[in-house]
């Protein structure tokens, strides 16, 4: 479909004018100056492509250069586009799947078009935008701020040969604006995780003291790639217990925090009591979820937004339910009817706490996303929590949880779009996530277009 389009007319007299100063290089890249031999006509026709692709992208010549949009010919000599830096960052905002051009001119002037096309029929409204209207908008970082600022994200992670699950995490934590990340893994992992994210404050499992690490994190996250076992249940459920002492502002629970709660009635009790003293966010996957529910995957596919309301009113926890068609639940949809969310066709249920995107990326089924998927909430929810102090935070936990799974989806396909499809790996999607994420930022008014 076509979702925009941008024209332009202009004397070749200009071009002439600024021939004649030596003002070309400041407006057509070297190519584009080889291939117009030099010639008035030619180049005004390749600045009146730039202005017209510009008005395409909706903003015109802002934020980025006309060197950004590079206007080449081919063999035949049909006009074609490349763009680069943030004018490629808006065209790709926009879902622009192809951009076609085209010049005509007289003895004195041209006159150039731009149109640029996605790929779904119909002239429907991208669904992502219209989605993203209904939640919150990230801040801008604010120039004031320091590390502080943004809170600590602890995230307790990776047994021995899961360094990866660590990395994954802590660098999507950083990636999503979190201050400060301390990484809880480990002691073989040490050396690998000091390579790979230097930033991160790191500290051995074996010695890591719970209300210790509840004091100094914001946002804690535990589970992807810890490990199970009897260790494991103690520890977590020792976590659990000192929530009413040391509550930290927001728990996830991800991973192999999941399938040690699915294994243990006293730790499946523990997370509903605790559930009291902050808000907590649970990420499952079906089958971890399989497990929690304890019925069988067949099942939870039949009725898993059934089971899904369910869980989340009994535990009093925020549920991420992981799909290619992701469901987010809030434990006070039922009991309360508060309209976190207003309705809106289906994505949003009733519109009571409730959550389905049905966006996918298959670029994303990888080992390793969800560990950048926890992590990556975890410091969005330290960026939401500078900024809206005011709100609720069950609320503001339940409006990170959607954000982050729109942002998932979107930072997937742009990894797709750059990597290749098949070729995307777990370590390139924080990146991609904080490209993703730029899309959802306040305009520099504190308002935003949604």
Known sequence: MMISVGSDIL??????????????????????RRQ????????????????????????GIRG???????????????????????????????????????ISNTKSLVIASAVILGKEAGG????????????LSIPKRNPLSHKGSYGTVGIIAGKKGMAGAAFFSALAAYRAGAGLVHLVSDEENRSVLQTMVPEAILSDVRELKVEELLQKSEILLFGP???TGEDR?????????ELSNFPPAFLILDADALNVIAESSLLDEALCKAAEYCPIILTPHLKEFSRLCHCSLEEIL???EELGRKYAAKHRCILILKSHDTMVFTP????????TVPGKEDNFGEGKGFFHNREASPSLSKGGSGDAFAGFLAGLLAVLKERYPEIDKHELAFQAACLSVLIQVRGGKLAAEAEGEHAVLARDLPHYFALAMEEFIEKDDGKDDR
């Open 233 to 241: 249940e103690r520890l977590l459920l020792k976590l659990l217990n």
């Open 302 to 304: 039949k009725n898993r």
């Open 64 to 102: 980025f250069s006309l060197l950004d949009i590079e206007v080449l010919r081919d063999e035949l000599g049909k006009p074609y586009v490349k763009l680069y830096g943030n004018a490629l960052k808006l065209f790709k905002a926009r879902r622009g799947q192809a951009l076609e051009v085209s």
């Open 11 to 32: 004397e070749i007299a200009r071009v002439e004018r600024l021939q004649k100063k030596g003002r070309v290089e400041r407006i057509f890249t070297e190519e584009e």
């Open 225 to 227: 790639g810890i490990g």
């Open 124 to 135: 429907q409204m991208d669904a992502l935008c219209e989605t993203k209207r209904y939640f």
């Open 332 to 339: 006070f949809s039922e009991d309360t009817g508060k309209e």
């Open 36 to 59: 117009s031999e030099g010639k008035a006509s030619r180049l005004a026709g390749d600045f009146s492509v730039k202005e017209a692709v510009a008005k395409a992208l909706g903003t």
